[in-house]
């Protein structure tokens, strides 16, 4: 089956500018993550979807990220007026619940975007 | 605050060595823990989990992590590694919730 997929896989942009970037998660998964990895960082949690909403939003670096999710499946992270601190990968990941953790929960990440803010 | 901590940042071995890559992670309760694997030019892939009941866990390719409650750690471990085993690897845990805590990973780089 399908994994998690996300497009575009690379992204140029000026400062400036702003920029949307997709993530199509497994099919029948209700929970949807996205990460930032930044250059020798660990992955950083940004925000999460169960279904539509979005219950934690504490990773967003600033309120130039916003991230929606429509029909419980596709999401989108838009990054306004981009700063060359942006400058990342992109990761989305989803589980086919979030529960408390456990089986269900195991997150299956996709390939990333990779952003490069000049 | 909930850490993980990967000790080796790099990591360089020739083939049929042994492997150790050191995890550990900060807080006092009940962890799930998990290692992912970044091939080059791919993307993060689970390699092994760890949720209850025996804490030596084996994964895919041979990899096995051992769960040590009372140091907090969860170590990868590989009798023999080949040169397909050069990639990126991350240790995270989570605390029963959906947030998952990542380390900054080790590369590794396995000579032919």
């Known amino acids: 089956g399908a994994g998690v997929s996300q497009s575009p896989s690379n992204k140029v942009t000026e400062k400036g500018k702003d920029v949307e970037l997709r993530c199509d998660p497994i099919?029948?998964?209700?929970?949807l993550y996205w990460y930032r990895q930044s250059l020798g960082q660990g992955l950083e949690f940004l925000i999460y979807?169960?279904?539509?909403?979005?219950?934690?939003k504490s990773g967003l670096p600033s309120d130039r990220f916003s991230a929606e999710r429509t029909g419980g499946s596709v999401s989108t992270l838009t990054i306004q007026r981009t700063q060359q601190e942006d400058s990342a990968v992109y990761l989305c990941a989803s589980s086919l619940a979030t529960a408390s953790g456990g089986v269900q929960g195991t997150q299956y990440f996709g390939p990333g975007t990779r952003l490069l803010v000049l | 605050a909930q850490s993980v901590s990967q000790h080796n940042h790099h990591v360089i071995l020739s083939e049929a060595a042994s492997l150790e890559l050191g995890c550990n992670y900060s807080y006092g309760g009940t962890v799930n823990l998990f290692w992912y694997v970044q091939y080059p030019g791919q993307h993060l892939q689970l390699l092994l989990k760890y949720f209850s009941g025996d804490p030596l866990v084996k994964g895919i390719k041979g990899f096995e992590a051992e769960f040590i409650k009372s140091k907090f750690s969860f170590n990868l471990r590989k009798p023999s590694v080949q040169w397909s085993d050069t990639a990126e690897y991350f240790c995270?845990?989570?605390?029963?919730?959906?947030?998952?805590?990542f380390g900054t990973g080790t590369r590794l780089k396995v000579l032919a």
């Open positions: 995270a845990f989570t605390s029963g919730t959906y947030k998952y805590i």
């Open positions: 099919s029948g998964h209700t929970a």
């Open positions: 979807f169960q279904g539509n909403s979005a219950p934690d």
